[in-house]
């Protein structure tokens, strides 16, 4: 028997939802992106909150839609309740306990990182595990040691700014618009990666956690000198060359954490994996080390909320369904994956 759940993602900036089948089959992915936000350099949470609040319905109707289903055909309704902006969730978090509530179907709340690491499970459901996983998005960056459905644990995360925060960042002192990482890798593709050398923060011997503010620090140091010293600045090879450390570290630590624990397979998912430079600098050092590596389309990597009903499906299979009266939490803790 086949199970049909609706998903809604609205965790940050984007309004998202989708229709997924049996946790592989994307009947639907709608994803209304607030592009109100880059003339302010960054997401301004209250702005996100009423542009969600205005999407939601018309987004949720695209999907059921261009799913030809109608709401009294789905099976379960899901959506993400944190991490995330709180008034954010807010929105997807009680449109779908509203619509559970009226259809009288079970609902089921989402860690927004488990739907990360799901959007790897909906294009390879059977990627071979235990699986190292690395988590690499604008708010987070985690590596996780994935042992089957039921058991995960958290092997190292960043100490400061996520990875994707990073790219923000630098991209915003090189003058470019938000989201930054886009932006930045477009403009480090005619630059030169070993033209400047950024500092690349690999921690204690055995650590698998992550720093880049150091990094993001350096980049600004570079270019406030050049500057007060009247030197001209190659913004290309700036770009090609933070984008080099990060991926250096990223890929690394990767590598290290699944050799360390004998992974059968790496999984890389969040914003930053859609990066190009990133794909294909892990996809050959895992070849080279002889570890199978998948990394979903880019369009799985950056928030959606396809990711949210394979999570949603994988849960449901267990009848792990959630009350109607979960709260939305913002700063829901990676431990309770
Ligand atoms: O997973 P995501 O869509 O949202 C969060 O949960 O944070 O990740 C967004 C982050 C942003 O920081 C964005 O700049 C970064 O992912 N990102 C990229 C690329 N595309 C998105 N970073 C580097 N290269 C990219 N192509
Ligand atoms: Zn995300």
Redesign the pocket.
Known sequence: MSSIILAIET??D?TAAAVVEDGVKVLANIIASQDIHRRYGGVVPEIASRRHLENIGPVVQEALDQARISPAGVDAIAATYGPGLVGSLLVGLSYAKGLAFALKKPFIGVH?LVG?IYAGFLEYPELPLPAVCLV?????TSLFYLVSHEERYLLGSTRDD????A??KV?RALGLGY????E??KLARNGDPQAIHFPRAWLEEDSLDFSFSGLKTAVANYLRQRKEAGLEINLSDVAASF?EAVVDVLVGKTLKAALKNMAKSILAV???A???Y?RFSLKRSAREAGIPVFIPH?VY???NAAMIGCAAYYQYLRGQFSSLDLDAAPGLPLEVL
């Open positions: 965790s940050c984007e927004h990360h690499a998005s604008g708010g987070h996520a990875a994707g925060e790219f923000d991209a989201p930054g990482g886009p930045l890798e984008q969040g914003g930053v859609s990066n190009r990133f880019p990597c950056t928030d």
